[in-house]
């Protein structure tokens, strides 16, 4: 499934049970969140290839609920 939103391109990634929202394109990188791409400049949180934020996400799958609970945390105070 394939989407315009905000001149980039959405696509949908599956990682085990779930299934994950991805914008971007192979000239401006790949992010989990859409406005990583707002104006010109890309956000530095972009990741360069659509294969580094797969494998980002595995890991986070993988990782378990405590340990996304922990950097959670770590956001929020």
């Keep these: 499934m394939n989407a315009v939103e905000a001149g980039t391109r959405r696509m949908w990634l ?4 779930g299934v994950y929202p991805v914008y971007g394109d192979d000239l401006r990188g790949w992010s989990p969140e859409p406005h990583d791409f707002v104006g010109l400049a890309a ?7 659509l294969d580094e934020l797969f494998f980002a996400l ?20």
Excluded: D, I, K, M
């Design 14 to 17: 599956r990682v085990g049970a």
């Design 43 to 49: 956000s530095p949180f972009v990741y360069a290839s």
């Design 58 to 77: 595995v890991n986070l799958t993988v990782s378990g609920g405590e340990a996304r609970r922990r950097a959670t945390r770590q956001l929020t105070h």
